[in-house]
């Protein structure tokens, strides 16, 4: 069953993205941007990587090595004064599989009505946002291999009267090793129902991510993680991510990483603290990711472990 799953994650991409670059043409953007503190401080490189909650956006087929509970809060600072959040908790059943729940939010402060009459407001006032709601499933194939999907509900609203719904589906897998923690994982995103606003319709930004870590440097004391990711949209060129986290004694962590033919991303850089309190496991991260002519943006992470 395993290999079956295994070749058609390898096939379906070369059907599915067998197209000239689109850029511009999928709608629900705010499904790109990265949810995690600790994923985005690797820029990105962390298909292979993620542990815990995270992984119902990252990759749904990490899930099933949870042992017990786990739950996250991601809070991203994004430009133009716009809030970007991610909470999602996880909760492995022995026998069952692990099953978990989560909910991105994109969403602005309180703007103005604006008109051609009244250009300063009319007093009204309005919110833009996009949110996802997803309900995640894991379990194991074999003792190396786990299989995982993301089942997702999307809204957004632009303004009173002007929103629009969608569904997707995520699935994933992901092999892993006891040589030096070798990982790869495989995960196609956000594929789903068209987004209709009013009479026009535009597909979700569908992609095709794979990527692969690995433990350079693996000692009693200290670990260094070097992964690497590419990712082939279905409006754009192919993209890669390449990551570096090292672990003092698994409590300090320091990341670093950069992104490859994106037009507006490069560096980022950040650290983790994770601490062992009564047989809780609390984490915090920061990552900052430098955007070029944008800027940079600041995400802050805060996960607990049961």
Not at 155 to 165: D, E, K, Q
Not at 279 to 293: A, E, H, T, V
Request: proline share 3%.
């Amino acid at each position: 069953m395993s290999k079956k799953l295994i070749l058609v994650l390898l096939l379906f991409p070369s059907l599915l993205f067998a197209q000239y670059q689109r850029p511009g043409s999928t709608d629900a953007q705010f499904l790109k941007i990265g949810v995690s503190a600790r994923a985005e401080a690797m820029s990105g490189a962390y298909i292979a990587v993620v542990t815990g909650a995270e992984a119902t956006y990252y990759n749904p087929a990490a899930l099933a090595r949870i042992d017990g509970s786990d739950v996250v809060f991601n809070h991203t600072k994004w430009f133009a004064g716009i809030n970007h959040d991610f909470v999602a908790a996880a909760h492995t059943f022995e026998h069952y599989g692990t099953f978990g729940i989560s909910m991105t939010a994109l969403y602005t402060d309180a703007m103005k009505v604006r008109t051609p009459l009244q250009p300063d407001g009319t007093g009204e006032t309005f919110y833009a946002n996009n949110y996802r709601v997803g309900i995640s499933y894991s379990r194991y194939l074999t003792d190396r291999v786990t299989f995982g999907g993301t089942l997702n509900y999307i809204n957004m609203s632009l303004y009173s009267g002007f929103s629009a719904n969608a569904y997707s589906v995520d699935i994933a897998i992901l092999y892993t090793t006891q040589f030096h923690g070798f990982r790869f994982g495989m995960r196609i995103a956000n594929f789903g129902s068209e987004v209709k606003y009013v009479n026009e319709s535009y597909p979700l930004p569908t992609n095709f991510n794979f990527g692969l870590a690995m433990n350079v440097i693996d000692t009693p004391g200290q670990k260094l993680l070097m992964s690497f990711s590419a990712l082939k949209p279905n409006d754009g060129q192919p993209l890669g991510q390449v990551g570096a986290e090292w672990d003092y004694h698994n409590i300090i962590f320091a990341r670093t990483g950069y992104r490859i033919n994106y037009d507006v991303a490069g560096y980022s850089f950040g650290g983790g603290l994770l601490m062992n309190i009564q047989g809780y496991q609390l984490r915090f991260d920061y990552s900052f990711s430098n955007f070029i002519l944008l800027g940079g943006a600041h995400r802050f992470g805060i996960g607990l472990s049961f």
